[in-house]
């Protein structure tokens, strides 16, 4: 099993919303990520667990607060987030300095 | 901080012809990754580079790293339309941490 789950695809949410995306991996990858992908640019790190530990923070806004409850399931919870967060969440998963598979991503629109 | 950057930004070819983008890095890398991202779609890892000088073929597809490790460059033999899409380099900073370059896009015209 080569894949990275993602879900929901796509999530439509208010400002006022919460809401959590979700990742689940079965490759047996210590290290996953959070990406986000605005239109035509380079996927941007967010957020990286190693061991199940958030290892690596990139100043991201708290409204966006990232979970590990275990070795296959990452999870980011949503909360009070603005326009110009609507954008291509991806999920990513890999070996120590190896290649990192990602997940089709969740699409997100905050209105 | 570390930068990727890639040249071209954009590319249109007409199919058969050949395509080459370049991925320079503001630092010397240990190793370098190549993903492809289908219009619609999500990075699919390419190919890891790791050896100064290394030249790696995947069918069309020929990927060098240069001898300095700051450079790299994927070059595609005959362009066919399954080729669209948008290609990254993405560069090692620290133990997990890997920086996309800014991609290449590119189109190819039956």
Known sequence: DTEVTQTPKHLVMGMTNKK?????????????????QKAKKPPELMFVYSYEKLSINESVPS???PECPNSSLLNLHLHALQPEDSAL????SSHL????????GTRL??? | GQQVMQIPQYQHVQEGEDFTTYCNSSTTLSNIQWYKQRPGGH???????VKSGEVKKQ????????????????HITATQTTDVGTYFCAGPWGTYKYIFGTGTRLKVLA
């Not at chain 1, 969440?89 to 990513?92: D, E, F, G, S, V």
């Not at chain 2, 990075?43 to 580079?49: A, K, Y």
Request: aromatic content about 18%.
């Open chain 2, 59 to 74: 069918k069309r597809l020929t990927f060098q790293f240069g001898e300095a490790k700051k450079n790299s460059s994927l």
């Open chain 1, 20 to 36: 959590s995306l979700k990742c689940e991996q079965h490759m047996g990858h210590r290290a996953m990520y959070w990406y986000k």
């Open chain 1, 109 to 111: 629109t905050v209105v």
């Open chain 1, 89 to 92: 969440y991806l999920c990513a």
């Open chain 1, 63 to 65: 409204r966006f607060s």
């Open chain 1, 97 to 104: 300095e190896r290649e990192a598979f990602f997940g089709q």
């Open chain 2, 43 to 49: 990075p699919v890892f390419l190919i890891q580079l």
